[in-house]
Nanobody, 116 residues
Framework: QVQLAESGGGLVQAGGSLRLSCAASGNIFRITAMAWYRQAPGKQRELVASIISSGDTNYADSVKGRFTISRDNAKNTVYLQMNSLTVEDTAVYYC??????????WGQGTQVTVSS
């Protein structure tokens, strides 16, 4: 059993910052990748940022230069630092953790609302 606990969502004004956290616990042998996705109302879920075991990161074009994904391997935790937020960033944000043997686990989602 693996559980992902998300935190850090909330309401912020445009131009503000927010940091999301996702801590994995349970029967985890090794984490191969971590990622953040988001889904806005009426839209499909999209990949926002990812980080693999080597530390390499990737970002959606819409968030490059504003968002930073990072990890704390000792704590099995992934973070998403979001700066210069805009109303277009409003969505439910989900973390995902991948482990060997194609196993993936999802967080429950946390709402991020950016007001103008």
């Amino acid at each position: 059993q693996v559980q992902l606990a998300e935190s850090g969502g909330g309401l912020v004004q445009a131009g503000g910052s927010l940091r999301l956290s996702c801590a994995a616990s349970g029967n985890i042998f090794r984490i191969t990748a971590m990622a953040w996705y988001r889904q806005a109302p009426g839209k499909q879920r999209e990949l926002v940022a990812s980080i693999i075991s080597s530390g390499d990161t990737n970002y959606a074009d819409s968030v490059k230069g504003r968002f930073t994904i990072s990890r704390d391997n000792a704590k099995n935790t992934v973070y998403l630092q979001m700066n210069s937020l805009t109303v277009e960033d409003t969505a439910v944000y989900y973390c995902k953790v991948a482990t060997p043997f194609s196993r993936e686990y999802w967080g429950q989602g946390t709402q991020v609302t950016v007001s103008s």
